[in-house]
């Protein structure tokens, strides 16, 4: 963050530390989405250093959270104006610069791929399954996969396990026995004991191409 006005390094450690928690954020005026404003989560705001007017500091936030606002808002704060000089992400969700590959290594991967070497794209281009991680999973039979890749419901008899645990309103991912991502799902009620009940989940989101497994036909539509 560039400080537009000199401010000591006191005030500013005290204003990072105010911006922890719950904040209203506009999207700015160059932004891909609607202007209006939402409620984002800054779970911590550390300061690294402090060089005069520019100030080196590591957030963790919410999705969504426009950085280059929040450094106008801390501009505000301070009783000066600021602007975001430069910006670093060091971790999405599941992946951090650990998992991260040059333009360079993608290059090269897709000339290997070209000349019929699938195994240098394969150590870039991640499987969906590891995003997904976090999200408790749903097993669901495989008879029941292209359905549901179509839009059909899910019904309770066709799960085979579920993670202890989910409740009414958790996001869940519906996974076949070979751990495959199929689609992302809202569980209507508590997923206690197996057989669940009819329909248990919305379907949010179909992950799976249908085709992928033998078509069957009789499931009800949604």
Do not use: W
Request: hydrophobic share 40%.
């Amino acid at each position: 963050m560039k400080l537009h006005a000199d401010v000591s390094e006191d005030k500013i450690r005290e204003a990072l530390l105010k911006f922890q928690g719950e904040i209203y954020q506009k999207p700015p005026l160059r932004s891909s989405v609607k202007r209006v404003r939402r409620i984002r989560k800054i779970y911590k705001v550390e300061p690294l250093e402090i060089n005069g007017r520019n100030v080196l500091f590591r957030a963790r936030v919410d999705p969504g959270t426009y950085m280059r606002k929040l450094c106008v808002d801390l501009g505000y704060a301070l009783g000066v104006e600021a602007h975001m000089e430069e910006l670093r992400r060091t971790k999405s969700g599941v992946f951090d610069e650990k998992n991260s590959v040059d333009l360079y290594d993608v290059y090269g991967a897709v000339l290997d791929l070209r000349e019929g070497n699938e195994t240098t794209i394969r150590k870039i281009v991640r499987p969906i399954e590891e995003a997904l991680a976090p999200f408790p999973k749903v097993v669901i039979a495989d008879a029941s996969v292209d359905p549901v890749c179509r839009g059909m419901a899910l019904r309770g008899e066709q799960i085979l396990a579920a993670e202890k645990g989910i409740t009414a309103g958790t996001e869940v991912v519906l996974i076949t026995k070979r751990k495959e991502a199929v689609a992302l799902g809202v569980a209507k009620a508590d997923c206690k004991d197996l057989p669940l009940s009819e329909n248990p989940f919305n379907i949010s989101r179909v992950i799976m191409d249908a085709g992928m497994y033998p078509r069957l036909t009789g499931s009800p539509p949604v």
